[in-house]
């Protein structure tokens, strides 16, 4: 039986240059480390600053095996890092431009002084603490005491790529950090390989002829499947690092992509793309989203703003540690039946899913439990933290640390994460489906423990405008009792890099009367 092919980022773009040399990369924004080459660029260039920059890499001193953090201002070149990082055989951790310096200067000791690559701009920004870091590399910006360019070392000499072993290190990423500080996730080529193989095959029946664009984070192992099936098939790859409707409405009336993907939040706010000038979303046929179910609304919106002949909407349930367990495909024609909860059929013949019990017995569909997988797509650990990861696992069972069940077909509908339960409502989840669904005018609403364990409503509107009282109560009549709605400012609502809402920060935050 042949072995799956392993993935290893480094040498992606060489791969896909090889065969698509002249295929455009479209950028929303310059490469910091290069703008001079603007915002339109064939593979050929883009490999060939990935070469130049593991040259550079080598010639300062990083060698394979080592662990490289890249911190650095939010930009596609953070993936010309990482790959550059690999090929040389090096491990590239990827911490996400969003996280503060704080927060990073407390994982920079679990890489056991690693590498810094970052950039002036970041440092400058953040007044990161840089003592846990072996040597601080500049990709971009004028040289600062105790850092160094990596432009110093410009002309040092290509080698060929030298790429992980199949069950070796070979790329750390970082849990959302919804409930704490993020967990450093280390994934190998195996692991990312397996991850691969029921991409391809739906890449092959709806991006293998599309233009695709993608607005995710560059630190999201998601990030570089997608970009891999993407670069693939040698159409033209749309890249946006801003996802303001204000930028994305432009971006996509001129170059018309036919595939999209971006995180769920983020579609919520392209729902005003819908009526755009320009018409925006016209040539999508495919949407996709990964990390978590969808609203419902949405998705009907985003399809039906499409002018392609049968639109689909791609739904992946899945986490850093596992990668997409299950996938769910929803219709224009099926859109109104949509049930944001439902997150489909785990990955037949990659994934196994199970449903279990406090006690760790497998329950029978239709009863609520943790929700647990086995498959080679998991990661292997968290650095320095083995033994909080060994905890995760029972018997090869990996939890995914959310609540849910499975129905008669074998579907996995989730219900909340585990530590995010209200005793008050079956699911807070679905509640905020209901709300989203019957009140547009609604960004977000997240339903979270308040005053005696009620349920509390926190909302956001579109362009922060009052809430209609009136349209709330009759919205909510049929729905469990809830608290009076706390309005807040849509910025003030704290997330993770892929716009998850930190739920336990925002409680914090209200009981401390910050939003009062």
């Known amino acids: 039986m ?5 993935f290893c980022i480094g040498e992606m773009f060489d791969q896909a240059a090889a065969d698509h040399g002249s295929t455009a990369i479209v950028l929303d924004t310059p490469l910091q480390l290069a703008p001079e080459d603007g915002t339109t660029l064939t593979l050929t260039q883009v490999a060939e600053h990935v070469r130049t920059l593991s040259a550079e890499l080598t010639g300062a001193g990083v060698r394979r095996g080592d662990r490289v953090a890249v911190y650095k201002t939010d930009n596609f070149d953070i993936a010309l890092l990482a790959a ?10 990827l911490l996400s431009p969003a996280l503060p310096g704080e927060v990073v200067s407390t ?32 990709s971009a910006g004028e040289e600062v005491d105790g850092a160094v360019s990596l432009s110093r ?51 092959r029946r709806t991006w293998r002829h599309e233009r695709v664009a993608l607005c995710m984070s560059f630190v999201h192992a998601r990030f570089y499947s997608a970009l891999f099936l993407a670069l693939s098939h040698g159409n033209t790859l749309v890249v946006a690092v801003d996802p303001d409707p204000a930028v994305i409405g432009p971006l996509f009336t ?25 018409a925006p979303l016209a040539s999508v046929r495919y949407y996709s989203a990964t990390f978590d179910a969808m609203h419902p609304r949405t998705i009907q919106v985003l399809l039906g703003a499409s002018k392609r002949r049968r639109p689909y909407f791609l739904q992946l349930y899945g986490q850093t540690e596992t990668g997409p367990v299950t996938a769910n495909l929803y219709s224009e024609r099926g859109a109104h039946r949509a049930d ?24 029978p569909a239709g009863r609520v439990g943790h929700i647990e997988v086995s498959s080679r797509t998991r990661a292997i650990t968290y650095l320095g933290e083995d033994a909080r990861f060994r905890e995760q696992l029972t018997g090869g069972w990996w939890r995914m640390g959310d609540m849910g069940k499975k129905d008669r077909w074998g579907r996995v509908h989730l219900f909340d994460r585990e530590v995010d339960q209200l005793d008050a409502v079956d699911s807070s989840l679905r509640v905020e489906d209901a709300l989203m669904s019957r009140l547009p005018e609604l960004r977000e609403v997240v339903v979270v423990a308040g005053d005696g364990g009620q349920a509390l409503p926190v909302v956001c509107t579109r362009g922060d405008r009052a809430l209609d009282h ?6 909510t009549a049929d729905l469990p009792p809830m608290s009076p709605p706390k309005q807040i400012a849509f910025d003030a609502v704290p997330r ?3 716009w998850k809402v930190r739920r336990p920060e925002l409680v914090r935050a209200l009981r401390e009367g910050v939003h009062d």
């Open 2 to 6: 042949n072995e799956v092919p392993t």
């Open 84 to 93: 550059a990082v690999q090929r040389i055989g090096a491990v590239p951790a």
């Open 107 to 138: 994982l920079l000791p679990l890489l056991d002084r690693p590498w810094l690559l970052t950039d002036r701009a970041k440092l400058d920004a953040t007044g990161l603490d840089t003592g846990g870091a072996r040597t601080v590399l500049l």
């Open 153 to 203: 070392f410009r002309g040092a000499p290509v080698a060929a790529p030298t790429p992980p072993d199949r069950f070796s290190p070979a790329l750390i990423t970082h849990t959302s950090g919804t409930t704490g500080p993020p967990k450093l996730v280390v994934q190998t080529p195996d692991a990312l390989g397996q991850r691969l193989r029921p991409q391809k095959l739906i890449a």
């Open 254 to 278: 001129r170059t018309r992509p036919g595939a999209v993907e971006t995180q769920p939040n983020t579609f919520i706010d392209w729902e005003v793309l819908a009526d755009a000038p320009g």
């Open 340 to 363: 944001g909860r439902c997150v489909g059929w785990a990955f037949p013949r990659v994934v196994r899913l199970r449903v279990v019990g406090d006690d760790g017995r497998v329950l």
């Open 470 to 475: 009136d349209r709330w109560a009759r919205a």
């Open 496 to 498: 993770t890099a892929t």
